[in-house]
């Protein structure tokens, strides 16, 4: 068959479906292309909005530039010029204790220090917690190959104070998990690396400091590694909006939902699949690249491969909710020379993290005007993704006033539910996805994408949907 013959279908149109069926139209460009979505617009979770002035992100506000993926993706779509960087002087991060904001250790990069001298003076940590940080450098390294815990392998190595006090709510922040369940190795396995090269995470920091000869900037940073996120003037929705615009005309299909998909051949003896719609109408494809959430890509797959529809619906997930917030600057009391904060599980407080938004990234707030972001939910507080608002932003409001001594009302509240969006990398992860591409890598006109596969954060998931497509354009080629 002649390859502009060929018909194929992306359900899901968040950014890892735009960026398959953007890299499927460059790679079969004579194909007939649909990508279907059951919303009313693209994007997925990320959302821009803009009002009064402000600009305002409904999920995530930045991304990692150390995966290149997407950086390169924003010059091929010619919007990198519009790639801005975090506020150099505010690169810190604050953690709470007891209800008070303090500033992160310096050089403490989500679960290890740099510099010994900055944690052995930080009010963050009991005398003793400290001592017990600081007698990893002694300890020998783990000889199992085994995974382990988030909160196994930080207890292991630096103690209960540091995986309480720093670890937990750095990485709660990015993961919305139970640290209990979340795997090392499926997360952020360079530790287990680090200790098994260098015998200690101290000793393995120290020696890539030395090496990398950090500049100034980059040493006087904490938490996340500030200098290497950026976002887009115009809004994270820029990519998303751009990606849409360059497929093919009435390519996109929008408040379609895959309500079935079954493998049928026709009459030439072709293997396709068929999708049927909320609305019973049915269409028929030579290859599918499903791009939805592992719990929905389940629920189409079950009846015709059943492993693999186990393997995916056996993927927990939590939810968060964003509450936004402005205030005139005046409002604020509190001097604040940081990105944001996160809070430790013990605090029990029912904020996980925040962001000051228009400090991060200056163009986000008129001259004079505080824009904070509140996250909450996750594997924590689960009700709180599904609380009605006006009872979540009486909570955050209660417990945001005091930590940064809020004069007054806001003067604009946003917020944005987001349920079951993030996928829980638990121990037993890595394998369930080996498992699940060594399935699909037989399934010669399927592909999966998605947040659940190699990572949540945008450039992955961009990444996933490129290899996708280009699995799919290499069967296509073989097969036709």
């Known amino acids: 068959m002649p390859s502009n013959q060929k018909t194929l279908a992306v359900l899901g149109a968040g950014i890892s479906g735009l960026s398959a069926a953007y890299r499927l139209h460059k790679l079969c460009p004579d194909a007939t292309l649909h990508v279907w979505d059951q919303q009313e617009r693209t994007g997925g979770v990320l959302t821009t909005l803009y009002q009064n002035g402000y600009q305002i992100e409904q999920s995530a506000d930045n991304f990692i530039t150390t995966v290149p993926h997407l950086v390169s993706l924003c010059r091929e779509l010619g919007i990198a010029e519009e790639l801005v960087s975090t506020t150099p002087r505010f690169r810190r991060t604050y953690v709470v204790r007891k209800k008070h904001l303090y500033l992160l250790p310096d050089g403490f990069l989500m679960m290890a220090p740099s510099k010994m001298y900055p944690l052995a003076i930080t009010p963050v940590l009991s005398p003793l917690g400290k001592l017990r940080a600081a007698l990893e450098y002694f300890l020998p390294p783990s000889r199992s190959d085994d995974d382990e815990t988030m909160k196994s392998f930080v207890t292991r190595r630096l103690g209960r104070e540091v995986f309480e006090r720093l670890v937990e709510p750095l990485v709660s922040g990015v993961y919305a998990a139970d640290m209990n369940k979340l795997s090392l190795m499926a997360t952020l396995p360079r530790f287990r690396e680090m200790?098994?090269?260098?015998?200690?995470?101290?000793?393995?920091?120290?020696?890539?400091?030395?090496?990398?000869?950090?500049?100034?900037?980059?040493?006087?940073?904490?938490?996340?590694?500030?200098?290497?996120?950026?976002?887009?003037?115009?809004?994270?929705?820029?990519?998303?909006?751009?990606?849409?615009?360059?497929?093919?005309?009435?390519?996109?299909?929008?408040?379609?939902?895959?309500?079935?998909?079954?493998?049928?051949?026709?009459?030439?003896?072709?293997?396709?699949?068929?999708?049927?719609?909320?609305?019973?109408?049915?269409?028929?494809?030579?290859?599918?690249?499903?791009?939805?959430?592992?719990?929905?890509?389940a629920r189409l797959l079950l009846p015709t491969y059943q492993r693999l529809g186990e393997l995916l619906s056996g993927i927990e997930h939590s939810g968060t909710a964003i509450v936004t917030l402005a205030f005139d600057a005046s409002q604020v009391k509190k001097r604040l020379c940081g990105m944001g904060f996160v809070v430790p599980k013990i605090e029990n407080s029912p904020i996980l993290a925040g962001s000051f938004s228009s400090m991060k990234y200056e163009h986000r707030a008129p001259a004079g005007k505080q824009l904070i972001r509140i996250f909450a939910g996750g594997a924590r507080s689960p009700e709180m993704a599904d609380m009605p608002d006006k009872q979540l932003l009486s909570l955050i409001k209660q417990e945001l006033r005091p930590l940064l001594n809020i004069d007054g009302e806001p003067e604009l509240e946003v917020v944005a539910h987001w349920q079951r969006t993030m996928p829980q990398y638990h121990l037993g992860h890595l394998e369930r996805i080996r498992e699940v591409n060594a399935i699909t890598a037989k399934i010669s006109n399927l592909a999966l994408a998605g947040n659940f596969l190699d990572g949540v954060g945008i450039p992955v998931c961009s990444l996933s949907g490129q290899n996708a497509a280009e699995k799919i354009a290499e069967r296509i080629r073989s097969c036709f």
């Open 195 to 297: 200790e098994r090269q260098h015998g200690s995470l101290i000793r393995a920091m120290r020696r890539q400091m030395r090496v990398n000869k950090q500049t100034k900037s980059q040493s006087q940073e904490s938490g996340a590694r500030y200098s290497m996120f950026v976002t887009l003037r115009g809004g994270l929705s820029r990519v998303t909006d751009t990606l849409a615009a360059n497929l093919p005309d009435h390519s996109v299909q929008l408040n379609k939902r895959a309500e079935k998909l079954e493998l049928f051949t026709d009459e030439s003896g072709g293997v396709k699949w068929r999708i049927t719609d909320q609305n019973g109408f049915a269409e028929s494809y030579d290859a599918v690249i499903s791009a939805l959430p592992s719990y929905e890509a």
